[in-house]
Nanobody, 125 residues
Framework: VQLQASGGGLVQSGESLRLSCTAPTFTLDGYSMGWFRRAPGKQREDISCISGRGGSTYYSNSVKDRFTISRDDAKNTVYLQMNSLKSEDTATYHC???????????????????WGKGTQVTVSS
């Protein structure tokens, strides 16, 4: 599975970005999808996921109430709407898939086993 994340960029604190994740040669419909991020010198942080069925979502405390994950299976795309961005959100954001989660109604980033190269988000204060 090849996942492509896009939509990153340089923004100021308080602004918004929407990240997109698509898979040119794989159908995402039915699979749990998620986003994690890596900042320089820091460990991977799992921030959000959405189930393949039922729309169940998860958010880490650091992004809850600011970020929203969604999916449009007709467009084979998963989104991460990021509002009220802070300098500590600066990182490379990766989308991931749980290839063993077909038709699951819950999600977890612990079993996400494939991800793409990521898109850089830089928030200036």
């Amino acid at each position: 599975v090849q996942l492509q994340a896009s939509g990153g960029g340089l923004v100021q604190s308080g602004e918004s970005l929407r990240l997109s994740c698509t898979a040119p040669t794989f159908t995402l419909d039915g699979y749990s999808m998620g986003w994690f991020r890596r900042a320089p010198g820091k460990q991977r942080e799992d921030i959000s996921c959405i189930s393949g069925r039922g729309g169940s979502t998860y958010y880490s405390n650091s992004v809850k109430d600011r970020f929203t994950i969604s999916r449009d299976d007709a467009k084979n795309t998963v989104y991460l709407q990021m509002n009220s961005l802070k300098s500590e959100d600066t990182a490379t954001y990766h989308c991931a898939i749980d290839s063993g989660s077909w038709n699951w109604t819950k999600c977890t980033l612990l079993t996400m086993d494939k991800w793409g190269k990521g898109t850089q988000v830089t928030v200036s204060s």
